[in-house]
């Protein structure tokens, strides 16, 4: 008779090992464990029929992804196998290969010049994918300024691009890969609506309901970005960034620049923190939906007492009005001291999932 298909698999990483259980299948004697390295894409089934519904996978590699499924077995008869689960074992050996950095502005390195490559990308030497600590090697700078979702898999952000930021990272190699991601800021019109509570002669604070509601829209379209660079990486560690909060706590701010300190109330510099966190969080929700790494409270801590319009300038690492030409451009992004900071959000990311690692379905 064959056997029924096993249920609610489940996987705990351990070091250079995962521990496996799994509901028993109707009918099964047995059970063969198919293992995926997803780093080499090399697919093995283990010779040994387990009779009890667990077991301990020894000998694995540190640091690395695998997928597993069960396929239950009735003397010689194989039934369907379990739905898969991937888990990463815990730590992290030597050196990634390669490490892809995508995104937005707050990836490129605007605010900090000077710039180079794609021409409006405004990419920077001085941007956190430069910065990370061991183990990280010179990154290939995807990301470029103004990009939204539909720039990571839809639509080609300047003709002369070489395509989407997807389908560039899929020209090359991945192996054992890092990749890093900020997304979310331009598709809620962060900087347009920054504008307008910074030159407006009313109040921008009717705007909020309207803002939130963007944020809470955009969560299933993270989903589906991060999942698909899963697919094309399903062997990376992808680690999805968060903002900062941009300004300083109202009570203790002091704008430096005259436009932002004639501009920015009170009440308006509080609701652009409590956006920028409730998209922090809305990113966060979606990276934990589509199995990624989310680094957005440690961004968030990162700059807490550094925000735009704070009041010792010397400890501002977020700049505020930039110039009047184009009063947009470089404003509230990171300046060099903000983009170590975002580098050391990152690492700290990186530590907590080498010493937790992930568990995927």
Not at 187 to 206: A, M, Q, W, Y
């Amino acid at each position: 008779m064959t056997p029924g298909k096993p249920t609610s698999l489940n996987g705990t990483p351990g070091n250079q090992q995962v521990s496996l259980s799994w509901g028993a299948a109707t009918n099964a004697t047995g059970y063969l464990i198919n293992e995926t390295d997803l780093v080499s894409g090399q697919t093995t089934q283990l010779p040994t029929v387990v009779t009890g519904t667990s077991y301990s996978l020894i000998g694995l590699q540190v640091g690395r992804w695998y997928r597993f499924s069960i396929t239950p077995v009735a003397e010689t008869t194989q039934g369907l196998s379990s739905d898969p689960i991937e888990v990463r074992t815990k730590g992290f050996s030597g050196s990634y290969d390669n490490y892809y950095a995508l995104g937005d502005s707050y990836t490129a390195g605007d605010g900090a010049p000077p710039y180079n490559g794609a021409k409006n990308c405004y990419r920077s030497t001085k941007s956190y994918p430069y910065l990370l600590a061991s183990g990280a090697p010179t990154p290939i700078l995807i990301a470029c300024s103004g990009a939204v979702a539909d720039n990571i898999d839809k639509t080609v952000q300047y003709s002369w691009l070489p395509g989407t930021q997807l389908g560039e990272l899929q020209s090359y190699p991945r192996g054992k890969t890092l990749i890093t991601l900020t997304i979310g800021g331009n598709d809620i019109g962060f900087s347009s609506e920054l504008t307008n509570c910074i030159t407006s002669f009313t109040s921008c604070k009717s705007r909020r309901d309207a803002i939130s509601q963007r944020i809470t829209n955009l969560e299933p379209r993270l989903v589906q970005v991060y999942k698909e660079l899963r697919t094309a990486a399903p062997g990376a560690d992808i680690i999805i960034l968060g903002y900062p909060l941009l300004v300083a706590d109202p009570t203790i701010a002091d704008c430096h620049n005259p436009i932002v300190y004639t501009g920015l109330g009170a009440g308006e510099m509080q609701m652009i923190r409590d956006l920028a966190a409730q998209l922090n969080d809305t990113i966060a929700q979606a990276a934990s939906q589509a199995g990624v790494s989310a680094a957005t409270q440690e961004v968030e801590q990162a700059f807490a007492g550094h925000e735009a319009c704070t009041a010792d300038e010397s400890q501002e690492w977020i700049n505020e009005i930039a110039g009047l030409n184009d009063a947009l451009h470089d404003s509230f992004h990171p300046n060099s001291a903000g983009y170590q900071a975002l580098a050391g959000a990152v690492n700290s990311a990186r530590n907590l999932l080498y010493q937790n690692s992930m568990v995927r379905k």
